[in-house]
């Protein structure tokens, strides 16, 4: 079975509906055309995803349609003969085909539809049995908030609350119940909404945290080997791919394991770490990287550099190594370092790199220590 | 009445709602790959203990992540304690926050705004 899934549907249902008062053919709903319009109303509550904001112009036409309305409540001042009312319970009596004059009156004159259903205290006692409203909790009065105003289903109802003249029509107090329940509903979305997109900009926090430690060496702040041999393949390519080239050099600690041995192992971190205070005093140029590749060891990337030109920072890295120090214990502990340079050619991979800068950095160890060679 | 009880996992809370004492916990983070599916259950429980039990109820919340679907069933955990509340019940809740966490605060403070029974935000270090 096809259900009404849109307002113009319902719209449609409405005018067969009408035709039918027309042609005094009038019925209660049927169970399906019931079912159409919960369908309708659950549709409705689905799109709220899709409410646009409120424009100027659709309250210009609000407006107008309160004016419409305005001039139809002039006009209902014409209504001949009598309407009996109630005196307990406000309703109209139907009786002398009253109600029956009242409709026709009205359906002429406005765009208002009546829909002939049972309320829940007749169908009660149609159906010998009291309904129970299911379990939600009751609602507060009607108020419209401002932020309400952004779903236009709101918007376009909200006016047969704001004023009393719909209070004694039969299907009044549902339909507030309705409408509460959609504001309700409407609100609720706002909110889940908000509450959602916390927990995604704490979840993408976090996930920018994880990023970050999963490059970065624990002991020094700077990158990881990991992350520092991924930087190194991605200059390898792009030097590949513009026919640049780099130099990779490898810095690694004189005589760390005496330091070890001697002062501990906390003053050998603290030495690693000085030495990120000092790279940061030699001020590489903004593109260079470099990285903890494992123990004393540091690799460094110059891009666009030929070997050569690469030998007058490194030199400053050694020498303002050389003449720092650390305190320990009231002793100043100098730790030097070796740098081995290779400069890439096409053809080569981080292995080869890291090879020929591996061979020149002995060769920097075997002839002293503290100094800088080229492979 | 049963105890209801569910081991936390990678992306499921641990559930242990207490029949006798009425003391409902969800610890963990929530975001199943069936949330509706995952939470019916638990749902029909919450339902079938407050029609039959009479005390005084409070809901634990220690959850750190709520994916869409779960915040939307944990509104409707609210809807029918407050519900209950609204024909007599004693209901509470204490929602756990990292107290570091502003923005866990704030989320805590949009539950609490969708009811009207004591809603306790409780600081954690």
């Given at each position: 079975?096809?259900y009404?899934?849109?307002?113009?549907?319902?719209?449609?249902m409405?005018?067969q509906?009408?035709?039918?008062?027309?042609?005094?053919?009038?019925?209660?709903?049927s169970?399906?055309?019931?079912?159409?319009?919960?369908?309708?109303?659950?549709?409705?509550?689905?799109?709220f995803?899709?409410v646009?904001?409120?424009?100027?112009?659709y309250?210009?036409?609000?407006?107008?349609?309160?004016?419409?309305?305005?001039?139809?409540l002039?006009?209902?001042?014409?209504?001949?003969?009598?309407?009996?009312?109630?005196?307990?319970?406000?309703?109209?009596?139907?009786?002398?085909?009253?109600?029956?004059?009242?409709?026709?009156?009205?359906?002429?004159r406005?765009?208002?539809?009546f829909?002939?259903?049972?309320?829940?205290?007749?169908?009660?006692?149609?159906?010998?049995?009291?309904?129970?409203?299911?379990?939600?909790?009751?609602?507060?009065?009607?108020?419209?908030?401002?932020?309400?105003?952004?779903?236009?289903?709101?918007?376009?109802?909200?006016?047969?609350?704001?004023?009393?003249?719909?209070?004694?029509?039969?299907?009044?107090?549902?339909?507030?119940?309705?409408?509460?329940r959609?504001?309700?509903?409407?609100?609720?979305?706002?909110?889940?909404?908000?509450?959602?997109?916390?927990?995604?900009?704490e979840?993408?926090?976090?996930?920018?945290?994880?990023?970050?430690?999963?490059?970065?060496?624990?002991?020094?702040?700077?990158?990881?080997?990991?992350y520092?041999?991924?930087?190194?393949?991605?200059?390898?390519?792009?030097?590949?791919?513009?026919?640049?080239?780099?130099?990779?050099?490898?810095?690694?600690?004189?005589?760390?394991?005496?330091?070890?041995?001697?002062?501990?192992?906390?003053?050998?971190?603290?030495?690693?770490?000085a030495?990120?205070?000092?790279?940061?005093?030699?001020?590489?140029r903004?593109?260079?990287?470099?990285?903890?590749?494992?123990?004393?060891?540091?690799?460094?990337?110059?891009?666009?550099?030929?070997?050569?030109?690469?030998?007058?920072?490194?030199?400053?890295?050694?020498?303002?190594?050389?003449?720092?120090?650390?305190n320990?214990?009231?002793?100043?502990?100098?730790?030097?370092?070796?740098?081995?340079?290779?400069?890439?050619?096409?053809?080569?991979?981080?292995?080869?790199?890291?090879?020929?800068?591996?061979?020149?950095l002995?060769?920097?160890?075997?002839?002293?220590?503290?100094?800088?060679?080229?492979? | 009445?049963?105890?209801?009880f569910?081991?936390?996992?990678n992306s499921t809370?641990?559930?242990?709602?207490?029949?006798?004492?009425?003391?409902?916990?969800?610890?963990?983070?929530?975001?199943?790959?069936?949330?509706?599916?995952?939470?019916?259950p638990?749902?029909?429980w919450l339902?079938?203990?407050?029609?039959?039990?009479?005390?005084?109820?409070?809901?634990?919340?220690r959850?750190?992540?709520?994916?869409?679907?779960?915040?939307?069933?944990?509104?409707?955990?609210?809807?029918?304690?407050?519900?209950s509340?609204?024909?007599?019940?004693?209901?509470a809740?204490?929602?756990?926050?990292?107290?570091e966490?502003?923005?866990?605060?704030?989320?805590?403070e949009?539950?609490k705004?969708?009811?009207?029974?004591?809603?306790?935000?409780?600081?954690?270090?």
């Amino acid at each position: 079975m096809v259900y009404a899934t849109d307002n113009e549907t319902l719209e449609e249902m409405l005018a067969q509906y009408q035709e039918l008062i027309a042609h005094g053919q009038e019925r209660p709903l049927s169970a399906d055309e019931a079912q159409r319009l919960f369908a309708t109303f659950s549709s409705l509550v689905r799109r709220f995803k899709r409410v646009a904001r409120v424009s100027d112009k659709y309250q210009e036409q609000l407006k107008s349609m309160l004016a419409r309305l305005d001039s139809n409540l002039a006009g209902a001042t014409f209504l001949s003969g009598t309407l009996h009312i109630c005196a307990a319970c406000k309703k109209l009596q139907t009786d002398d085909g009253n109600w029956k004059q009242f409709e026709q009156y009205i359906s002429e004159r406005s765009g208002t539809f009546f829909s002939h259903g049972l309320c829940p205290k007749c169908a009660a006692h149609v159906e010998g049995s009291e309904i129970t409203a299911e379990t939600v909790p009751e609602y507060l009065p009607l108020q419209i908030a401002e932020a309400d105003m952004e779903d236009m289903v709101i918007v376009r109802y909200m006016h047969l609350f704001t004023n009393n003249f719909y209070e004694r029509s039969e299907l009044y107090q549902e339909l507030r119940d309705l409408f509460a329940r959609y504001l309700h509903q409407s609100r609720r979305l706002r909110r889940i909404a908000r509450i959602s997109d916390n927990y995604q900009i704490e979840l993408r926090k976090l996930s920018e945290q994880m990023t970050l430690a999963s490059r970065t060496d624990s002991l020094t702040g700077i990158n990881n080997r990991g992350y520092f041999l991924e930087l190194l393949t991605n200059e390898i390519e792009r030097s590949e791919r513009h026919g640049y080239t780099f130099s990779f050099a490898i810095l690694d600690f004189d005589h760390f394991k005496e330091v070890n041995d001697t002062y501990g192992h906390a003053t050998g971190d603290a030495v690693l770490q000085a030495f990120v205070d000092v790279f940061r005093e030699c001020q590489m140029r903004q593109y260079d990287f470099w990285g903890r590749l494992g123990g004393e060891e540091f690799g460094l990337v110059l891009p666009d550099t030929p070997q050569q030109l690469a030998l007058n920072p490194t030199e400053r890295i050694r020498k303002c190594q050389a003449e720092s120090s650390i305190n320990y214990q009231g002793h100043d502990i100098t730790v030097t370092v070796s740098i081995g340079i290779s400069q890439y050619v096409p053809g080569d991979t981080v292995e080869t790199l890291l090879q020929r800068a591996d061979q020149a950095l002995y060769t920097a160890k075997r002839e002293g220590r503290n100094r800088v060679c080229l492979g | 009445m049963d105890n209801f009880f569910l081991e936390q996992t990678n992306s499921t809370p641990l559930i242990d709602f207490n029949a006798v004492t009425g003391e409902l916990v969800m610890a963990g983070e929530s975001y199943p790959e069936n949330s509706f599916e995952f939470y019916q259950p638990i749902k029909s429980w919450l339902t079938v203990f407050l029609a039959q039990h009479q005390g005084r109820v409070c809901l634990h919340v220690r959850l750190t992540y709520l994916n869409t679907s779960s915040t939307k069933i944990m509104m409707d955990f609210l809807d029918l304690l407050e519900a209950s509340h609204q024909q007599g019940r004693a209901v509470a809740v204490i929602w756990y926050c990292d107290r570091e966490n502003e923005r866990a605060i704030e989320t805590a403070e949009e539950f609490k705004e969708e009811i009207t029974f004591p809603f306790d935000i409780t600081l954690e270090p």
